[in-house]
């Protein structure tokens, strides 16, 4: 192993290697990407000695994540005039006020795309080949010996709520049988009852999940999971039964099924192909049909379609690969900005946050074409551990004029992000911020929080499988992706 990626050695609080969620083929580490290890050790080396620290404790520091954007800037970026950036200077690699003002923030954070696992239910027995997945999985890294345990709800709650500023969340089980589910309906609702208890209010929410293609009976059951078990919204992956919402025999009764239930919030797996599955199916295309054909219902579009093996850039209409799958089956449609179609930023942020340029793109046509209303925040995790740098490298990412001016991008103002990291959420959920916030004061949540503020700020390394060769041979441990 190339020693940029030692792993006993101090690793970037901002990964600049994203890895694999186990559901795509990750690039291998590239040039660029061992530039950067070595600038940031560099840096790191020569901060650490002037503020007399160790370079681990420098890299656990606020100043220590201004110093990996920073280096995301010089390695990655194409410049202010030219790509995305992160607001941050070399000032703050050396000021920790200054750091800390800049990466820390109050904003309502809703994350609507999270999991965890039950590390002792009987789908080890049923369908052991999810362990090979999960254990495949960046937070994998924890320290559990049973690597597994690493996904329960237990460690679930600390990375989400106490080591993020994340305040309300969305619970998703994964695309798998229903015998076979690592997270059961009623374990969902469990672990939401116990966030919940914890913080005396609303701060975990969960997803109904639902395999229209399985047939009558799962439409049959969508009535308990809406009465009993109280699920805010509905969660489906079409490239997992390989069907469209716009389908008049599935997609169709499932969206009138969802409508008579009166939970018209629909939350649709879209892009990041599932290895195994026909990608088609991942597609986007359908979203717009369907938006037309049923103007009272919210359709959450999960990863906006992006697709690691694009480089994202302009809106192409001859050939819309990635998001701009999403951005054309909008425009053909009519569904604009105050629609009802929201694209959704799980794993697609995490990707595209190592490289400025690609970020700045994804979020400029998804704000153009959909607005500042309709972006909601997510971030996969607790696959990626806490999603911590994730909220820091978006609280200072910015779009440039320049591009706003050559592309007709909207800014990423303060009210933006805002809205990205939660109010739209909160909007389509039915939450209401100024409730929680005033829970989240004295909640055992927000205790637990502040007694780990003196923790690191970052995360490790990205882990999972880091070239072509490891995910070939994760397929082969799990006989394709275990969904």
């Excluded at 609303?202 to 078990?229: C, I, Y």
């Excluded at 049923?294 to 992006?306: A, E």
Aim: glycine share 10%; hydrophobic share 40%.
């Amino acid at each position: 192993m190339k020693k940029s990626w030692r792993d006993d050695e101090p690793s970037s609080p901002i990964p600049f290697w994203t890895g694999s969620n186990g559901e795509y083929d990750p690039p291998p580490p590239s040039g660029r990407d061992r530039r950067a290890a070595a600038l940031l050790r560099r840096l790191s080396t020569e901060q650490a000695r002037r503020l007399g620290v160790s370079r681990r404790q420098f890299l656990e520091s606020s100043c220590g994540a201004a110093a990996a954007l920073l280096v995301i800037n010089q390695v990655y970026g194409c410049g202010s005039d030219n790509g995305g950036h992160y607001n941050v200077d070399a000032s703050m690699t050396s000021d920790s006020a200054a750091a800390c003002d800049r990466l820390s923030g109050s904003e309502f954070i809703f994350d609507v795309q999270t999991h965890h696992i039950n590390p002792n239910g009987a789908w080890r027995q049923i369908s052991p080949q999810y362990a090979s997945f999960f254990q495949s999985l960046p937070q994998a890294s924890c320290g559990e010996m049973d690597k597994l345990v690493c996904f329960d709800a237990r460690h679930y709650i600390r990375e989400e709520f106490v080591n993020s500023d994340t305040a309300v969340a969305v619970l998703s089980a994964v695309p798998a049988d229903p015998n076979g589910n690592p997270l059961t309906a009623d374990e969902q609702v469990a672990t939401r009852e116990l966030v919940n208890m914890l913080a005396q209010s609303q701060r975990l929410l969960v997803h109904g999940l639902v395999l229209p293609d399985r047939g009558q009976a799962q439409l049959d059951g969508m009535q308990n999971l809406a009465e009993s078990l109280k699920i805010a919204a509905w969660k489906i992956y079409t490239p997992f039964g390989g069907w469209r919402l716009d389908d008049p025999a599935i997609g169709i009764p499932f969206i009138e099924r969802a409508r008579q239930l009166g939970i018209k919030l629909i939350c649709a797996h879209k892009g990041l192909p599932l290895a195994g599955f026909d990608p088609n199916f991942a597609s986007p295309a359908d979203i717009g049909v369907v938006a037309a054909m049923y103007p009272d219902v919210k359709f959450l579009v999960y990863h906006s379609g992006f697709e690691t093996t694009v480089t994202e850039g302009p809106y192409n209409p001859q050939n819309p690969q990635g998001v701009d799958r999403l951005v054309k089956t909008c425009l053909d449609h009519g569904i604009g900005p105050g629609g009802n179609v929201y694209g959704e930023l799980g794993s697609t942020w995490r990707y595209v946050m190592t490289r400025p340029d690609q970020a700045a793109h994804v979020l400029g046509k998804l704000l153009k074409v959909l607005g500042e209303d309709r972006i909601v925040w997510g971030t996969d995790s607790i696959w990626y551990g806490s999603p911590q740098d994730q909220i820091m490298a978006f609280r200072t990412f910015e779009i440039p004029a320049a591009m706003q001016a050559q592309y007709g991008y909207p800014a990423l103002t303060p009210t933006a992000r805002a809205k990205i990291f939660g109010l739209n959420a909160a909007a389509a959920y039915g939450v209401d911020p100024a409730a929680v916030r005033c829970a989240i004061h004295n909640d055992q949540l927000s205790q637990l929080k502040l007694a780990a503020r003196e923790r690191p700020l970052g995360r490790g390394p990205a882990l999972g499988p880091r070239t072509r060769r490891e995910f070939l041979r994760l397929l082969r441990m799990t006989g394709g992706h275990p969904g």
